[in-house]
């Protein structure tokens, strides 16, 4: 598999599941007492990990830093996967405040994931990473394309993904778990609106930025599969769900790099909002 699990990284199993349920991309300064009170459920039943002892071939790998509820930590996952690029993953506890530990702000003063580390190279920001590492070990991969006009396009996707639809989905949907805020309909309208871009985007256009699987494609499906775990629907989006469908089934090791993380943040809502209205 792509994505290598080595003995580092073994013992997610034995962590309480409120470690490894963490907010994406930044750094958790505060959080409620209401997400405090998540049930102590085995991590098995929600992340199956499979055992593998460590190996000469952990050494090669790159180390990623991540968490596997952000949606951020999914994209390098889902391009690693799609350049069958070996990682060696370390889940870091936000809550815990391993982030804010001496040892990882010399690799990222920022504190953030998700953050990796090529050969004493330490690089974070979820699409700098994917770009870093598709130009790195992917220079003939389709997945960024070579034409300035179509990586221009793909960039554009990807810019709009981090700019503009994640943001507007954690405004609108992170209070309500972490600060047990009531849905605001304003930021509602606002992802709405995201989500009505993108449709737009994908009308008479197979994938993201054209009719191969991109960046974007991989940037964006971690994106919108949080959008739908979140219990937010797709319906209005004909041309995202479409898309959404199509990717799931073409982008490489999809449920190892993405399902897995998918079903941690869909129990996270499950235990933090159980009784949501969307």
Not at 72 to 78: D, K, Q, T, Y
Request: glycine share 4%; proline share 6%.
């Amino acid at each position: 598999m792509p994505v290598i699990v080595s003995k580092k990284s073994a013992d997610i199993k034995s962590k309480p599941i409120e470690e490894i349920l963490s907010v994406p991309e930044q750094s958790t300064s505060s959080v409620s007492n209401k997400s405090a009170d998540i049930t102590r459920k085995p991590i098995e039943e929600i992340l199956s990990v499979p055992e593998q002892s460590s190996s000469s071939e952990d050494n090669m790998a790159i180390d990623l830093y991540y968490t596997p509820s952000s949606a951020p930590c999914r994209v390098v996952l889902l391009v690693a996967a799609a350049l069958n690029i070996q990682l060696n993953p370390h889940v870091v506890n936000l809550r815990g405040g391993e982030q804010l530990q001496p040892e990882f702000l010399k690799l990222n003063p920022q504190h953030t994931v998700p953050t990796i580390v090529d050969d004493g190279f330490s690089l974070w920001e979820s699409r700098a990473i994917s770009r870093y590492l598709v130009n790195t070990y992917g220079v003939d991969s389709s997945l960024y394309p070579t034409d300035p006009k179509v990586r221009a396009l793909v960039d554009q996707r990807l810019d709009f993904d981090i700019g503009t639809l994640y943001p507007r989905f954690a405004e609108y949907f992170y209070p309500q778990i972490f600060a047990g805020a009531s849905a605001d309909k304003a930021l509602h309208g606002k992802l709405q609106e995201g989500l009505k871009f993108l449709n737009t985007f994908l009308e008479g256009n197979k994938y993201a930025a054209g009719n191969e699987l991109t960046l974007a494609d991989l940037s964006l499906v971690a994106t919108v599969s949080t959008i739908d775990a979140a219990g937010i629907s797709l319906h209005e989006y004909p041309n995202v769900e479409r898309w959404f469908e199509l990717v799931k089934k073409t982008a490489p090791d999809y449920e190892e790099a993405n399902g897995r993380g998918i079903q941690v943040f869909k129990a996270m809502v499950k235990n933090l909002l159980p009784r949501s209205e969307l």
